[in-house]
Nanobody, 124 residues
Framework: VQLQASGGGLVQAGDSLRLSCAAS????????MGWFRQAPGKEREFVAG????????YYGASVKGRFTISRDNAKNTVQLQMNSLKPEDTAVYYC??????????????????WGQGTLVTVSS
């Protein structure tokens, strides 16, 4: 199984950025997909997750209303559109796959597979 995240970079506060994650080696329709982030010295934090079967999405409190998760089941990809970025959004962002067709885990332990991470830096 491989999850390849891309799209990170250096942006200014207020800018937008779109992350993408390509999944291979798994049956995409059997997995909920999520994005997490980890800033230096902090625990890995749930950012957003999406169900395969219902399309329902969930967001962490700090990003709700600014970030949007989506998935393309035909292409085995999941995206994270990040708008109105803030310096506190600076972190390494990870995509993850959890073995649930309906529910979306909100914690790290709910996910079996992880991508390598992509760095997002937001300057003030």
């Amino acid at each position: 199984v491989q999850l390849q995240a891309s799209g990170g970079g250096l942006v200014q506060a207020g800018d937008s950025l779109r992350l993408s994650c390509a999944a291979s080696g798994l049956t995409f329709s059997r997995y909920a997909m999520g994005w997490f982030r980890q800033a230096p010295g902090k625990e890995r934090e749930f950012v957003a997750g999406i169900s395969w079967s219902t399309g329902d999405s969930y967001y962490g409190a700090s990003v709700k209303g600014r970030f949007t998760i989506s998935r393309d089941n035909a292409k085995n990809t999941v995206q994270l559109q990040m708008n109105s970025l803030k310096p506190e959004d600076t972190a390494v962002y990870y995509c993850a796959a959890g073995p649930y067709r309906i529910m979306v885990p909100l914690g790290v332990k709910g996910y079996d597979y992880w991508g390598q991470g992509t760095l997002v830096t937001v300057s003030s």
